[in-house]
């Protein structure tokens, strides 16, 4: 199993600034991912962070919103940019061991006001 | 593009009633996933289904795989209120090491 802790839990945040989630793993995996939740929504992936190269953005999210780095095989970070009410979401990172299972974060609950 | 639907969204039932909630997948996957989320909560792992005809049981409940059909269905024995709560399915969207695509999730309401 993996064990993933993220920081901060939640956060209240002015329009226009920037927040940066960590996220880390207690084992090292090759990729990491990055999830939104809008409130009282499903969960939609927004990228895929592997070590080393650049992370890669789904459908509807770019880098200059969502930077990622991802600096070694236990961490990552994601930064939401120049906020709006509208990025008030819950954010969570998963891990996927091969042949077991996805594991996911407790999450990051933003608000932007 | 892989779609997951899932059916009903919404479900209230009594406490002792059975019921199933179904998750239809657009294109071959190799695992599928169910989780359970309580208000507020991040995703709690309830199943995790490998291959055509698995079945897992966990208390009241049991999901199974089709993979034939891309079907996948989860179905609650003799509800309690404390199976309240909205539960997803989720697949890979290529191999297994590929991100996760959900369905909508079914907000499930179980009223003594």
């Known amino acids: 199993s993996a064990v993933i802790s993220q920081k901060p839990s939640r956060d209240i945040c002015q329009r226009g600034t920037s927040l940066t989630i960590q996220c880390q793993v207690d084992?090292?995996?090759?990729?990491m991912f990055w999830y939104r939740q809008q409130p009282g929504q499903s969960l939609t992936l927004i990228a895929t962070a592997n070590q080393g190269s650049e992370a890669t953005y789904e459908s509807g999210f770019v880098i200059d919103k969502f930077p990622i780095s991802r600096p070694n095989l236990t961490f990552s970070t994601l930064t939401v940019s120049n906020m709006s009410p509208e990025d008030s979401s819950i954010y969570l990172c998963?891990?996927?061991?091969?042949?077991?299972?996805?594991?996911f974060g407790q999450g990051t609950r933003l608000t932007v006001v | 593009e892989l779609k997951v639907e899932q059916n009903p969204l919404f479900l209230s039932m009594q406490e002792g009633k059975n019921y199933t909630i179904y998750c239809n997948y657009s294109t071959t996957s190799d695992r599928l996933y169910w989780y359970r989320q309580d208000p507020g909560k991040s995703l709690e792992s309830l199943f995790v289904?490998?291959?055509?005809?698995a079945v897992k049981q966990e208390g009241r409940l049991m999901a199974s795989l089709d993979t034939k059909a891309r079907l996948s269905t989860l179905h609650i024995t003799a509800a309690v209120h404390d199976l309240s709560a909205t539960y997803f399915c989720?697949?890979?969207?290529?191999?297994?090491?590929?991100?996760?695509?959900f369905g909508k999730g079914t907000h499930l309401i179980i009223q003594p």
């Open positions: 084992s090292q995996v090759t990729m």
């Open positions: 989720a697949v890979h969207s290529g191999g297994g090491a590929d991100g996760l695509t």
């Open positions: 998963s891990v996927v061991l091969l042949n077991t299972e996805a594991f």
């Open positions: 289904l490998l291959s055509n005809g």
